[in-house]
């Protein structure tokens, strides 16, 4: 089953503005982490944040993570057409070895030129 | 750097068929994760080896699904009589489990649909 929720579903902005999405998740965690996928594709990994962090930058994205409300968001600046793709958060659990990715739903982004 | 490939690209069967898909991970990567990924939904995980050893299987993975990976480098997914509800996208992917690595790379994908 899927870990949480990502908000918003779908998310369509101009090119060079911001784009935010937000994931909620249900567990206590070791870390966050958000992959991109362009359609039909495989999953790409774009940043990973732990637990014991806060903020984390890297290039155009930046990652927050807030585990008293069990929350993440990304925030992709200056977006770009090929920015297009659907974004998913994924945990790891804090406990145990296994380290398997529990997914969210996604956000489907469309930046427009 | 070859990353993780996955074969075939497409499946296309009829119901009841038996299939297997490979996957090829980083050559040095000890781990290997199979997930599956329906229509506008996130994957889910479905089993990951470390090395040769099957170490969990998701409640998702009934018996008509069986993975191996039997030197500890590719792995095959099988799926027996499969079923229209098999239909989804296949995905692999490997990591390091060395130096607190969590990231995982994944494959393209296999995308099978049973008709």
């Given at each position: 089953s899927q870990q949480g929720e990502e908000d918003p579903q779908a998310l369509s902005i101009q090119e060079g503005e911001n784009a935010t999405m937000n994931c909620s998740y249900k567990t206590s965690i070791n870390n966050l982490q958000w992959y991109r996928q362009n359609s039909g594709r495989g999953l790409v990994h774009l940043i990973l944040i732990r637990s014991n962090e806060r903020e984390k930058h890297s290039g155009r994205l930046r990652v927050t993570l807030d585990t008293s409300k069990k929350s993440s968001s990304l925030l992709i600046t200056?977006?770009?057409?090929?920015?297009t793709a659907s974004y998913f958060c994924a945990t790891v659990p804090s406990?145990?070895?296994?380290?398997q990715l529990t997914f969210g739903s996604g956000t489907q982004l469309t930046v427009l030129p | 750097d070859t990353g993780v490939s996955q074969n075939p690209r497409h499946k296309i069967t009829k119901r009841g068929q038996n299939v297997t898909f490979r996957c090829d991970p980083i050559?040095?990567?000890n781990r290997l994760y199979w997930y599956r990924q329906t229509l506008g939904q996130g994957p889910e995980f479905l089993t990951y080896f470390q090395n040769e050893a099957q170490l969990e299987k998701s409640r998702?993975?009934?018996?008509r699904f069986s993975a191996e990976r039997p030197k500890g480098s590719f792995s095959t997914l099988e799926i027996q009589r499969?079923?229209?509800?098999?239909?989804a996208m296949y995905l692999c992917a490997s990591s390091l489990t060395s130096g607190g690595a969590y990231e995982q790379y994944f494959g393209p994908g296999t995308r099978l649909t049973v008709t």
């Amino acid at each position: 089953s899927q870990q949480g929720e990502e908000d918003p579903q779908a998310l369509s902005i101009q090119e060079g503005e911001n784009a935010t999405m937000n994931c909620s998740y249900k567990t206590s965690i070791n870390n966050l982490q958000w992959y991109r996928q362009n359609s039909g594709r495989g999953l790409v990994h774009l940043i990973l944040i732990r637990s014991n962090e806060r903020e984390k930058h890297s290039g155009r994205l930046r990652v927050t993570l807030d585990t008293s409300k069990k929350s993440s968001s990304l925030l992709i600046t200056a977006s770009r057409a090929a920015d297009t793709a659907s974004y998913f958060c994924a945990t790891v659990p804090s406990s145990g070895s296994a380290r398997q990715l529990t997914f969210g739903s996604g956000t489907q982004l469309t930046v427009l030129p | 750097d070859t990353g993780v490939s996955q074969n075939p690209r497409h499946k296309i069967t009829k119901r009841g068929q038996n299939v297997t898909f490979r996957c090829d991970p980083i050559s040095e990567h000890n781990r290997l994760y199979w997930y599956r990924q329906t229509l506008g939904q996130g994957p889910e995980f479905l089993t990951y080896f470390q090395n040769e050893a099957q170490l969990e299987k998701s409640r998702l993975l009934s018996d008509r699904f069986s993975a191996e990976r039997p030197k500890g480098s590719f792995s095959t997914l099988e799926i027996q009589r499969t079923e229209q509800g098999d239909s989804a996208m296949y995905l692999c992917a490997s990591s390091l489990t060395s130096g607190g690595a969590y990231e995982q790379y994944f494959g393209p994908g296999t995308r099978l649909t049973v008709t």
